[in-house]
């Protein structure tokens, strides 16, 4: 007979540790979070259209659930984009002749540009199923998060350090796992910056993402955007107070769940260890790391993947005397002839596009727009680096005071200009003030932070040595900012001033129009006249907006962005 015997409280605690039920708990919240978030996504979308988005408060927490998954998913689309474009970019010269400009385009195009285009094709994938409309506005996000976060990886394999390049192939690192052991490492501290960033960055345009209208065709899906809309249209100001406080609390739970973990880990990557500096802490990153049950579940990967890092062996003088095989120029030809032929027929089709039914009044029209545009974008970048350099230095040189910054920038990074309609309109319109000048803050209101997160980066990367060598000097004063502080974080500055840059312009097509109920302000600017043209359902005027938007930011960058950028690389690289 088998005599069962009670473990005990002491063994069921060495079975179990806190961690192990802390891990369970999580688990078990994620599970909940995913089925919440998803149970729609197959229904008719007719069915979903005549439940349209409701200002009650209680169904926020599911609205808060299903914008946030639509934001994880565009993340990840995010960071495998980054992990392949920016890449082909960094270490091919003839990809990046393509690859860069391509992305400054990219970044240009305001998403409203890509819904226009886009939302028929993805509707079509899932026709009659709200799958369709989930899939454009996911896609909506990933256009506001991709270009900040590929810059940025750009930027960190354009600058890794030349003696690491150095031991990677004194120990014969494959071109993969060079990848995988060097630049990704060297650049994850950054990117986990830009990715805060570019998560706080979506929620700007969560509105545009999630209460879609082009022309006839509107597509409402339920979420705190949606929310905010449908406050803003009925003037409903409680509800506004609603919706920030479940960003906040949103914004909290990723930032304590993702983030904090993620800055925690990439520290062991920073380039330089400073010592006496105590290392991000985050209770999720102890969790994960010490759960025994996350252990044995993450093992098999942890397998998987140390066989995919192993070297190979091979014979010493082989791998010495190996040279990369150059390219033929027959080769090169082709390849250049192809790509230019593409991008010549495509050229062709927009050119033919907008121009049907243009006249030339219109392009000229277009044009002036785009200059007022241009000087505000122009006058407000100045503006915000005056302001936010020094902040970030002074906020990246103070490891706890970093930690502390985080949640409360990616709150005010996240505020979408939406929700100060009400204060802004109400206030311009009872003292008579101009909208063209106070209408322009709300363009740089999101775009501002790419600058105060990569200046904050470039200084948390700022080398121990060289801030000793500073104080053994007694190097102070402008002395130190001139030297020490601006030389360091230059490079990323840059970073963010160019996607500040377009990102800004990306923005006025919210800030240069500004609704609240039946009150309705614009501003002179091509970011108005995409946006009537879109409320139109006009699309080649659309097009012909986002071309002239689109040619002015590939000017400004080519003119004066790449080459401080080059210049960055060139004088203040590390090694």
Not at 466 to 494: E, Q
């Amino acid at each position: 007979m088998r005599v069962i015997v009670p473990i005990s409280v002491g063994g069921w605690a060495r079975l179990f540790s806190r961690w192990d039920v802390l891990a369970v708990l999580l688990i078990l919240g994620l599970l909940v979070f995913l089925a919440e978030a998803s149970r729609h996504l197959f229904e008719p979308l007719a069915e979903l259209q005549n439940q349209p988005p409701s200002l009650d408060p209680r169904n926020l927490p599911e609205y808060a659930a299903r914008t946030t998954l639509r934001m994880l998913i565009a993340m990840v689309l995010s960071l495998l984009f980054t992990f392949t474009y920016a890449t082909f970019a960094a270490k091919s010269k003839r990809a990046e002749k393509l690859l860069v400009p391509l992305l400054d385009i990219l970044q240009s195009v305001p998403i409203l540009g890509f819904i226009s285009v886009t939302v028929v094709f993805f509707m079509a994938l899932a026709p009659g199923r709200v799958l369709g409309a989930e899939f454009a506005s996911i896609f909506a996000i990933f256009t506001s998060q991709a270009w900040n976060m590929a810059f940025s990886f750009y930027q960190s394999l354009r600058t890794v350090p030349s003696e690491l390049e150095e031991a990677s192939r004194n120990f014969r690192l494959s071109p993969w796992m060079s990848f995988w052991r060097l630049d990704v490492p060297f650049a994850m501290p950054q990117l986990i910056w830009n990715m805060m960033m570019s998560m706080s960055g979506s929620w700007f345009f969560v509105v545009a993402s999630e209460a879609i209208s082009v022309g006839n065709t509107t597509v409402t899906l339920p979420g705190i955007g949606s929310y905010i809309a449908l406050a803003i249209e009925r003037q409903d100001l409680a509800a506004v107070g609603w919706a920030i406080g479940a960003m906040l609390v949103v914004i909290l739970i990723y930032d304590q769940l993702l983030f904090r973990p993620l800055v925690a880990w990439a520290d062991r990557f920073r380039f330089e260890q400073e010592a006496g500096v105590l290392p991000p802490r985050s209770w999720m990153f102890e969790v994960l790391r010490n759960s025994r049950m996350i252990d044995r579940v993450a093992q098999p990967l942890s397998s998987l993947w140390r066989r995919l890092m192993r070297p190979r062996r091979q014979d010493g003088a082989a791998a010495i005397k190996r040279v990369p095989r150059k390219q033929s120029g027959w080769a090169a030809l082709v390849g250049y002839g192809t790509v230019t032929a593409l991008a010549a027929g495509a050229l062709y089709e927009v050119i033919s596009f907008a121009t049907e039914g243009v006249t030339v009044a219109d392009v000229g029209t277009a044009m002036l727009l785009g200059l007022a545009t241009l000087a505000r974008v122009v006058v407000l970048i100045a503006f915000a680096s005056v302001i936010w350099v020094p902040i970030g230095v002074w906020v990246g040189t103070r490891a706890g005071v970093a930690e502390m910054v985080q949640p409360v920038a990616q709150f005010l990074a996240a505020f979408p200009a939406n929700l100060l309609f009400p204060i802004v309109v109400s206030a311009i319109v009872a003292w008579k003030l101009d909208p063209n000048i106070w209408l322009s803050p709300l363009m740089i209101l999101g775009t501002q932070w790419y600058i105060l997160f990569n200046v904050i980066a470039g200084a948390v990367a700022i080398p121990a040595e060289l801030r000793a060598v500073g104080t053994n000097l007694r190097v102070r004063g402008w002395l130190w900012w001139r030297r020490i502080a601006l030389p360091a974080v230059f490079p990323y500055y840059v970073t963010g001033a160019i996607t500040a840059s377009g990102g800004s312009w990306n923005a006025s097509i919210v800030a240069e129009v500004a609704s609240w109920g039946d009150q309705h302000l614009q501003a002179i600017g091509l970011g108005a006249y995409i946006a009537q043209q879109t409320e139109a359902g006009d699309f080649h005027r659309i097009v012909l907006g986002i071309a002239v938007m689109s040619l002015f930011v590939v000017v400004v960058n080519r003119t004066f962005w790449r080459p401080l950028y080059h210049y960055a690389e060139r004088k203040f690289r590390l090694g």
